[in-house]
């Protein structure tokens, strides 16, 4: 959804500004325009007819209206709530160990969100919730179960598992998936032959 919007400049310039809906959008307008709305809803409470119905001296309503348009523009909005999913693995490597056959799987766990395109930003990790590893034969389905998982492995840390249940001469495929709270990364994919 589109809206057009009129701004005008301190020297008096006006000019039309599309305003595209949307989650992101949301909030880079609201950043924008929130002093201004604040500032007209303060100007509409104050000289509204209620001004003329209450007998009540004109410090306390002014008091009054500034307390509240305060305390409603500091309530925590939809718009400010920007959540960006978490970056994916890096540095993964798949590791077959043929006296012990295992797969050994390292990985380095991210430190920071997705890069917003929309507001140039990366946000620090404060935890991460869990890492998921699946496997299946390249050209077959994945599975829906995991093969593994690693509960709550600190930002930065080099994660890793070990695939005790491989067969000789395959091919195998991993993906690795990040989960911080309900968002999760891209999955990181890496492959090894056993043989």
Not at 74 to 84: D, G, I, R, T, Y
Not at 94 to 102: G, I
Not at 133 to 156: M, V
Request: hydrophobic letters at 35%.
């Amino acid at each position: 959804m589109h809206a057009k919007v009129r701004r005008e400049s301190v020297a008096g310039y006006a000019t039309d500004e599309t305003l595209v809906c949307g989650p992101k959008e949301h909030t880079r307008w609201w950043q924008r325009y929130r002093g201004h709305l604040q500032g007209q809803l303060y100007r509409l409470i104050s000289n509204s007819y209620l001004y003329h119905l209450i007998p009540i001296n004109m410090n306390k309503l002014h008091s009054i209206m500034a307390m509240l348009v305060t305390i409603l523009f500091s309530m925590p909005s939809f718009a400010q709530e920007q959540k960006l999913n978490p970056e994916r693995v890096r540095n993964q490597e798949a590791v077959y160990n043929a006296s012990e056959k295992t797969v050994t799987i390292t990985a380095e766990a991210p430190t920071q969100t997705e890069y917003d395109w929309d507001t140039y930003v990366q946000y620090d990790l404060t935890h991460i919730s869990y890492i998921t590893i699946k496997r299946h034969f390249p050209d077959d389905e994945w599975p829906d179960e995991e093969l593994g998982r690693i509960n709550s492995p600190k930002p930065g840390a080099v994660i890793a598992f070990v695939d005790n249940n491989i067969e000789v001469d395959r091919q195998y495929e991993y993906s690795i998936t990040m989960f911080v709270d309900d968002l999760h990364s891209q999955q990181s994919y890496l492959q090894v032959y056993t043989g």
